[in-house]
């Protein structure tokens, strides 16, 4: 069936100086046309066939979605459900992205977007996963889309690895030196305060953390006499 000349179109029977070299390709066009035209709707072969010997029918091929490979596995390393929630449309404007330069530092980049999250309500887990994603750049997005697929099952655990690797090392007595001189600064407000005892105790290591108890005792010596009180 599909060697009979009247199926090709006659706008190219008309042109009488191509070769056979070119003909063939043009056929060859035509009947892949058809080939798609026939899977994606019965009917469209059919009004193909059933167009009148004057009428030059041109196929109208089915959209096709391509996917590039880095759309593909840009959350392979999450494990994440078949239909997780939507991403907020204008996330973008409101988080702030970690490339590991300058002196913003990864256990800062968290407390951010644990802030986003609560301020703009971003409840759903997997969507909060993908959020923190796309918060990273350069480098740091390279390394995690490097994770093996699968491994990471809630944002707790992306945090852990994230920080565990990017989080900047430093010598354990430092740290207890810095947390046992920790004052609020002049212009620095409570929140803010809060925030950078809370990010120094974290960052002492476990074996040589103080408890918590100890940490409510060392807290108001940051505040004047009048505050602390």
Excluded at 28 to 49: D, G, M, N, W, Y
Excluded at 141 to 157: Q, V
Excluded at 188 to 210: G, K
């Amino acid at each position: 069936m599909f060697e009979n000349p009247n199926l090709i179109p006659r706008n190219l029977k008309s042109q009488k100086n191509l070769t056979q070299s070119e003909l063939i390709p043009a056929k060859a066009s035509f009947l892949f046309a058809i080939t798609v035209a026939s899977l994606s709707s019965p009917s469209a072969l059919q009004t193909i066939f059933s167009a009148p010997p004057s009428t030059t029918y041109i196929p109208v091929l089915p959209a096709v979605t391509l996917i590039s490979a880095n759309m593909a596995n840009r959350y392979d390393p999450l494990q994440l459900l078949a239909n997780p929630g939507a991403i907020p449309q204008d996330y973008q404007s409101k988080i702030t992205y970690f490339d590991n330069t300058g002196t913003y530092t990864a256990q800062q980049h968290t407390k951010k977007m644990t802030d986003y999250f609560e301020n703009y309500e971003v409840d759903d887990d997997d969507v909060r996963m993908k959020v923190f994603v796309q918060s990273l750049t350069g480098d740091v997005r390279t390394w995690f889309r490097a994770l093996l697929a699968n491994n990471i099952a809630n944002l707790e655990a992306l945090y852990q690895t994230f920080l565990s690797r990017w989080e900047k090392k430093k010598d354990p007595l430092h740290i207890l030196s810095k947390y046992e001189n920790l004052k609020r600064g002049p212009q620095e407000t409570v929140q803010d305060y809060c925030s950078r005892f809370n990010n120094v105790y974290n960052a002492i290591p476990q074996n040589l953390r103080p408890p918590p108890d100890l940490a409510l005792i060392k807290f108001p010596d940051a505040f004047d006499c009048d505050m602390a009180y």
